[in-house]
Nanobody, 132 residues
Framework: EEQLVESGGGLVQAGGSLRLSCAVS????????IGWFRQAPGKEREGVSC????????YYEDAVKGRFTISRDIAKSTVYLQMNSLEPEDTAVYYC?????????????????????????WGRGTQVTVSS
């Protein structure tokens, strides 16, 4: 059974850091690209960062460029999102999602959420709260 489980969320002060993990089971990071998405109260879910299954190429939303870093450990079947210099605007539930295919453009993968694209698998999310 395919499963994605997020962890690492919590409450942090502005300027602080968190590292989120997306532990994957039942599927391979060599075959599935992974994206991190977030949804703040009253807002649409948005793509934050995506990493390719084929070559590890990445995409970042403009709001997080230079602050967030996505990475993966294929041996551990885990994708990470290192979040530094956190801002209150980063407060949201963070989800990871998996999409099959080795030739997917990561910007397209992250932005497809805007068209209500149905990704293959989703995790249940982890809450990140940044206090001012």
């Amino acid at each position: 059974e395919e499963q994605l489980v997020e962890s690492g969320g919590g409450l942090v002060q502005a300027g602080g850091s968190l590292r989120l993990s997306c532990a994957v089971s039942g599927l391979s990071l060599n075959e599935y690209s992974i994206g991190w998405f977030r949804q703040a109260p009253g807002k649409e879910r948005e793509g934050v960062s995506c990493i390719s299954s084929s070559d590890g190429s990445t995409y970042y939303e403009d709001a997080v460029k230079g602050r967030f870093t996505i990475s993966r450990d294929i041996a551990k079947s885990t994708v990470y999102l290192q979040m530094n210099s956190l801002e209150p605007e980063d407060t949201a539930v963070y989800y990871c999602a998996a999409e099959a295919g080795r030739d997917i453009n990561m910007k397209n993968m992250c932005l497809a959420i805007q068209r209500n694209y149905e990704y293959d698998f989703w995790g249940r999310g982890t809450q990140v709260t940044v206090s001012s």
